[in-house]
């Protein structure tokens, strides 16, 4: 057995030597490992080296500070478990077969980028979130949270189905599980694949107990679009995911006194029940006193909207600030093992995420805040190149980049492509000058209507469709915040016309059945 584990090895670095040209005999006896650090619903605006308004993200930032930061990085799909299948697949949703969360289960049995990392002679892992309904597949190890898992003592399953509930806060644990796997389990004669995916920073956001009480005395800087009436954008106007009439009091913001029900009051009690007495006594002598205050005089209209929204993004803030820490244990882990100058380590997030713009909470639109996402990455030995990388990514490309790195060939039915020559510093000029963006969860939660798009580098193209025929256009150097619509305005007819094509050409190079008659000629 030991010697067709050296013989995998092996067979990784000759293609790789090829690739990057490595001369050291040492280099060349080591294979680059990944490090795949995902979370859930954390955007941009809320880590400090895109955007130092409201938090400081320390630990996030010396990914970015020792690498590279991309600042045109796309979602195919503003949707957890559909993102994470463009992610393990390479291919958009339409292809990987997992379009939405509603009535999706992952096809394991389909190519993945895991199992092709096995093949060429990885070792693989996944510890956190799954989202995904199947079992995973192409994992030599996996230990995942069931669903949506929990925040307080949560649940993991472990490969044999086993069951089990960790005591503990799930960001520590998630990383805990992961340091313990680069420590202890993992085979050393192997390089590796680990994908760390956490429960953070996704709703209910709530804390760790020990920052329960940071960021209450901050006052965080309200959106300028916060009461955007959506005129001219009806899908817009008809979503169900705004702060004032839709976030629920209870759930989100945490403002429950014994005998308060709402909708979800039930759900948010079995959340923090997890908790064990000790636990629950510190949280309840935080939130019960704010709660029965409000209650005492409960602020209406827009006062009740900035209530809520400054409840929202303290406890967001602090669900970020655990996240940051555990960022830098694993940092921290990697320098102190030896194993960081050997590994690429990439941080992003499934999709970006509302921190009250346009009113809103949660993503799924393909407006910037939500089809935008970070992703930084500290680059391993061999590569030089830091600062900004401001060509345009998406996460069908990170499949490709990993199979690329390990020396393996990248199936020419993988629709993303490699950012290893972005990560040498190049700049090839046939790189994609737009991004295809499509969109399917309707009805269904928070009621964000079916469309598809292209995002090109200074206008943007949506098409809502299914129990709605609207276009919408918009200039994002203009009107950055996407508040006018000008498609049919009148001066804009050829670059309605030259984005309509480039939509129907995306959607033909991706082969999606679902698209729109293309009207002009060439």
Known sequence: MRKQTNLAVCSVLGPMAAVFGIQSAAAQQKPYNIVYIMTDDHTAQMMSCYDRTHVETPNLDRIAQDGVRFTNSFVANSLSGPSRACMLTGKHSHKNGFTN????????????????????????????????????????????????????????????????????????????????????????????????????????????????????????????????????????????????????????????????????????????????????????DFYLPMSEKFYTNPPQGEELAKYKYQRYMRDYAKVVKSLDDNVGRLLDYLRDSGLLENTLVVYTSDQGFYMGEHGWFDKRFMYEESLNTPLVMRLPEGFTRRGDIDEMVQNIDYAPTFLELAGA???????????????????????????????????????????????????????????????????LKEDPHEMHNLYGQKGMEKVTRKMMKQLHRLQVEYDDSIRFVYPMKD
């Open 101 to 284: 969360n509603e009535h999706g289960i992952f096809d394991g049995s389909q190519q993945t980028m895991p199992k092709l990392m096995r093949q060429a002679g990885y070792q693989t892992a996944l510890i956190g979130k799954w989202h995904l309904v199947s079992t995973p597949t192409g994992f030599d190890y996996y230990e995942i949270l069931p669903a949506q898992g929990d925040y307080y003592n949560p649940t993991f399953i472990d490969m044999q189905g086993n069951h089990k509930r960790n005591e503990g806060y799930v960001t520590n644990l998630v990383t805990d599980k992961s340091i313990d796997w680069m420590q202890n389990k993992r085979d050393r004669d192997k390089p590796f694949l680990l994908l760390v995916h956490h429960k953070a920073c996704h709703r209910a956001w709530l804390p760790e107990l020990k920052y329960l009480h940071e960021y209450e005395d901050k006052e965080f800087a309200v959106p300028c679009t916060f009461n955007d009436d959506y005129e001219g954008r009806p899908a817009a106007a008809a979503q169900e995911m705004n702060i004032l009439k839709h976030m629920d009091i209870v759930y989100d913001t945490k403002m429950y006194v014994p005998g308060k029900k709402t909708p979800l009051t039930d759900t948010y009690l079995g959340m923090i029940g997890r908790m064990n007495p000790d636990e629950r006594k510190v949280y309840d």
């Open 409 to 475: 060939k990248v199936p020419s039915d993988i629709q993303g492509r490699s950012l290893l020559p972005l990560l040498k510093g190049k700049h090839p000029r046939n790189w994609r000058k737009g991004v295809y963006y499509h969109y399917y969860e309707y009805p269904a939660e928070h009621m964000v209507k079916r469309h598809y798009g292209v995002r090109g580098s200074r206008y943007k193209l949506m098409h809502f469709y299914n129990d709605i025929d609207h276009w919408e256009l918009y200039d």
